[in-house]
């Protein structure tokens, strides 16, 4: 009887995928998430990245004024201060149509 039960216990044969499920896949990627922070700190980040992305592009522009800056790196800086200007204000105003429809809320 226990012969029996040993031959039971021992795997006939290997199977070719049992190493399969070691193998890191999309599913096993750990997620790439950041420390969780509040709203506001979030938005006080982003706004100190904004206004660092200005203040570079109007550095470049004064460093071209007086001929020490090439003309495209002054055109690629000014060109990502305007798209960043252009989020900031979107962001601006979904904030402020949120503020909005909270204030039009009955209590």
Request: glycine letters at 6%.
């Amino acid at each position: 009887m226990i012969q029996a039960i040993q031959a039971v216990g021992r795997p006939a044969a290997a199977n070719p995928l049992d190493g399969l499920a070691n193998i890191a896949g999309p599913a096993m990627k750990p997620a790439n998430i950041a420390p969780e922070q509040s709203f506001g700190a979030a938005l006080a980040s982003v706004s100190q990245e904004a206004i660092g992305a200005l203040r570079s592009a109007e550095g470049l522009s004064l460093n071209a004024l007086q001929g020490t800056a090439d003309t495209r790196q002054v055109v690629d800086a000014v060109m990502t201060a305007e798209q960043t200007l252009q989020a900031a204000i979107a962001i601006r105003d979904k904030v402020v149509t949120a503020y909005l429809e909270v204030s039009r809320m009955a209590i």
